[in-house]
């Protein structure tokens, strides 16, 4: 049998993990529209060839944000303690 400590643990990781993995990832997707403000308002083009990882990074946090919810309904139900 599991104790509570440790399966409170193990559930609280699998909810933080993913939370520390969306901050990793969104660092690049934040300060990109920071940078295409400069060439905005020198009326030059902006380079986007990166929205496309953009986009699939956004994914990547989409499917961690449901990996969150899902341990966060399993720590309220008490999974892993029974």
């Known amino acids: 049998m599991i104790s509570f400590t440790h399966a409170a643990k193990a559930i609280l990781h699998l909810q933080t993990a993913p939370f520390v993995a969306i901050l990793a990832l969104e660092g690049v ?7 295409w403000r400069i060439p905005l308002k020198k009326s030059q083009p902006v ?3 990166l929205s496309r990882r953009f986009a699939r990074i956004g994914h990547i ?18 999974i892993l303690l029974s």
């Open 29 to 35: 997707p934040m300060f990109a529209p920071i940078k």
């Open 61 to 78: 946090e989409a499917l961690l944000l449901v990996i969150i919810v899902i341990a966060a309904t399993g720590m309220a139900r008490g």
């Open 47 to 49: 380079d986007t060839s």
